[in-house]
């Protein structure tokens, strides 16, 4: 896929703050360091996978253990990457979550990626 230009990446940007997507302190964006992205791309060695989804996503109005600060994180827009094989992901991402499987934050060898730094 091809970059694109400062330009575009502006227009985008900016279309999503003036369209209410940074309203009431919302995530303007989520920083993941070199090392996390490393560790993204090695979960498509680990899952046989061909790419990622990177799914919006959003914290529950409740505080969720598992989030880096559970306070902070509460209600706020997120993204979570998740393997593909054949462009699908694998595991179904639209499952209702299991609570059992909630009260863990993950294992190293589990399926998806998240915990980037909201950003404000």
Avoid at 10 to 34: A, C, H, M, P
Avoid at 35 to 42: A, E, N, P, T, V
Avoid at 73 to 87: G, L, Q
Wanted: hydrophobic share 35%.
């Amino acid at each position: 896929m091809p970059r694109i230009s400062k330009a575009v990446a502006r227009v985008l940007i900016q279309w999503y703050k003036n369209t209410g997507g940074w309203d009431n302190g919302q995530t303007r964006s989520v920083w993941f360091s070199k090392d996390d992205f490393i560790q993204i791309l090695s979960m498509t060695d680990e899952f046989d996978a061909d790419g990622m989804h990177i799914y919006l996503a959003k914290y529950p109005d409740e505080e969720m253990p598992e989030a880096p600060d559970p306070e902070e994180y509460r209600n706020r827009i997120t993204v979570v990457f998740v393997p593909t094989r054949d462009k699908q992901d694998i595991f179904d991402v639209e499952a209702p979550p299991d609570q059992a499987m909630m009260a863990t934050n993950g294992d190293a060898d589990d399926p998806a990626f998240d915990h980037g730094e909201l950003e404000p």
